[in-house]
């Protein structure tokens, strides 16, 4: 080989560099500022539209703003950006690329659906570690609104939610990432999820369709990096909701028994103890909001070590109604305080 | 800085390791293995269906072969790729994650539209010179029908084409990369686009939109490495058509009156002289099926350096029921005989 070897096993890598989170702007619908996390997002929105003339408007006004927020928060300008990865939920990621439209940035258009936070910082991480970027932005976000138009019906039919339904956060987070900077959030390696899929065909039950997927990343980061689970003082995922949630405890829970001790997910973090919502929050939005509890309590010293990985599901509507099942994705960052 | 620097501008970056192509698989659909292009393809489909249930399925098949091919050819085993990128023009990349379910593969879902040819090839590249890969697949591909009937109208209508509307070519490429093999094409350095928007409203002139992106993207990559276009033996864009090339040569006329002595773009070549295509061909597959050409011409000595631009209109139907115009990028990769 020519390059150094960075590569643990099958899906995971070192960042022998380990670059920096050295910030993020996040913006927050009023369901997700009136939870639990409220205290920690930067901008509240006053209603789902915001005198813009449609949903998808307010998306990407939430998505610039957040990617606004972080380079105001850290004194940042926009040519010393050298990448910008973004993705959303919306067909043809069009909150992102009418987001980077306005932005004078080279542009990495993904899709990982609910992943996307995980998925960006992850090939942002490696732009950096790998020389090619001193700085990037990683930036996602979800509406509940334009998700549920389009994933399921149309918000004015009224339709009746189930218990294993999840409400689509809505919320935008962007992160700047960097060389390394002494005394901040670093991430020190990464897991890159295979796509799996346990044949679950309902989008109202989405914890059970991607928690296949996180318990798989999840035990290849172990094994890969030969790490328990209590090497972290919190293992993250995105957006299982509580039944997710159960279902990756039972899978893993002859590997690891003590699993449950550190493992939360975002999506039952997020509204609390909101029952409207049913099963939990879900989107790309969730665990991106979270990044900001997660980044503070690092600033902080309350969390030293954070797994966090957040869960895709890679359907459309048209190809469930072909009958297929849902496909699912989970990537694993791990980030340290050194 | 702790890593090399390999940054030669804003959007331009050096690959020092220059990472190889190794080979390339090909699925055609019928009209495009009859055009001038049809000996250098793999596979040729029967017809837009092949017995599939719907066009989605036969998209992915595809998609599949492609993968399928690329790996039998070169004699490499699918655990040996450690990551593939891939996406594709359908609403949520299904193309691309239906066809990672069946590959043990950690998998990273792009969205560029038509650019995702190299943008795929673009971030591989970077994760295989950054040390975190030995190989990488990129690939995509599309489907006339899938996408006549998501962007435009069902074909059933059977509405009018006009002068400058294109043709979505039905073809599936992926691209085997590695570290450098001595006496392959090798990737010697890339320039990421940025989202530019001439307010192009109208779908059935894709070419107009994504001529100014084109353009801007090559003229960065000539200022930041020092080249003059005549330092490549082809300069290639995407799938502008003929209007979409002419409006290039016009942007760059002043700067580079003699590029159009090396300058093709794979829209124009795709059909040949095939009038019913109208303004030429279109859609992520039409440059991953050029690419088959380009490899060829290397190999045999026919060319020794070619600039490969894909390029993509990032807008979806939606979003152009809400007034907006069509925002572009265009990437695009140094490919040379070193």
Redesign the interface.
Known sequence: ???????LG??T?LLP?TPSILGIGTVAGKKETEGPLGIYFDVAMADSLENN??W??EERNMLETAVNTVLKKTNTLE?DI??ILM?DL?????S???T??D???????????CSTMA?SIS?AS?????????KAVAATCSHFCTAERQYRYPLEMGVQRMASSQWTATGAGAVLLS??VEGTPSITCLT??????YQIEDVNNMGAAMAPAAANTLKTHLLETGRMPNYYDLILTGDLGKYGREIVLRLLCDEYPHLCDNYKDCGCELFGNDKSVKAGASGCGCSALYMAKVLSDMKSGVLKRVLFMSTGA???P??LF?K?SI?C?AHAVAIEML
């Open positions: 080989m020519n390059n150094p070897n960075k590569r099958t899906q890598v560099s003339a449609s998808e408007l040519r050298h990448y993705g919306l067909n043809q990621i069009i992102a690329s009418y980077a439209r932005l004078a940035i080279p542009f990495i258009g993904l899709y990982g659906a998925l090939v490696m732009l950096i570690d790998g020389g090619f970027a001193e060389e390394h890159t999820g295979r796509v799996t899929d890679l359907h459309n048209t190809i072909q297929e496909p994705i």
